[in-house]
T-cell receptor
Framework: RKEVEQDPGPFNVPEGATVAFNCTYS??????FFWYRQDCRKEPKLLMS???SGNEDGRFTAQLNRASQYISLLIRDSKLSDSATYLC?????????????FGIGTKLQVIP | EAGVTQSPTHLIKTRGQQATLRCSPI?????VYWYQQALGLGLQFLLW???????NRGNFPPRFSGRQFPNYSSELNVNALELEDSALYLC????????????FGSGTRLTVV
């Protein structure tokens, strides 16, 4: 099993739709989680952290389900400008050592 | 505040040659991380430098190497280039080796022909 798994998509959704992506992780001791957005041929940019209680930033909501070992990203009222690849990141810390693992990314295409 | 800067933006090399990629971290950051993103693949961790020392390396052959200078800038060297080394190479930096959410540079796109 991969350490971090994402459905690569693409997810094709109409403008205004709500879309959700999941990212599963295998190490139950993982402690920190993030979502990044990567536009075509550009560097990934930090979108939001994922907190245990869930967090929201405008149309974006991130949630963590430790029991089932996945994080999710929900995008409401999709805009054309949301078209990008969304990468999840899972961090494991232990005694000064950290392991940062990126998912392969889920491609979102918002259609007019 | 200047972000992470990488150079060159694009690099074309022939198989067997050596490539040198450069990264300047955000001012005050001591750790530099290198990642490879090949087409269709996720970001693969290459190297982590902190305070001039290599702290960790990913599952890459020894022909991938680098160093960190006293001003915390870093260089990634790839020797004996192979076609499959063609990828986007990304650099990120952080304080004291802890992950706070990377800010990546815009990357160097290496093409090996």
């Amino acid at each position: 099993r991969k350490e971090v798994e994402q459905d690569p998509g693409p997810f094709n959704v109409p403008e205004g739709a709500t879309v959700a992506f999941n990212c599963t992780y295998s190490n139950s001791a993982s402690q920190s989680f993030f979502w990044y957005r990567q536009d075509c041929r550009k560097e990934p940019k930090l979108l939001m952290s994922v907190y245990s209680s869930g967090n929201e930033d405008g149309r974006f909501t991130a949630q963590l389900n430790r029991a089932s070992q996945y994080i999710s990203l929900l995008i409401r009222d999709s805009k054309l400008s949301d078209s990008a690849t969304y990468l999840c990141v899972v961090i494991f810390y232990s005694g000064g050592y950290q392991k940062v693992t990126f998912g392969i990314g889920t491609k979102l295409q918002v259609i007019p | 505040e200047a972000g992470v800067t990488q150079s060159p933006t694009h690099l074309i090399k022939t198989r067997g040659q050596q490539a040198t990629l450069r990264c300047s971290p955000i001012s005050g950051h001591t750790s530099v991380y290198w990642y490879q993103q090949a087409l269709g693949l996720g970001l693969q961790f290459l190297l982590w430098y902190d305070e001039g020392e290599e702290r960790n390396r990913g599952n890459f052959p020894p022909r991938f190497s680098g160093r960190q200078f006293p001003n915390y800038s870093s260089e990634l060297n790839v020797n004996a280039l192979e076609l499959e080394d063609s990828a986007l190479y990304l650099c990120a930096s952080s304080l004291e080796g802890r992950y706070y959410g990377y800010t990546f540079g815009s990357g160097t796109r290496l093409t090996v022909v």
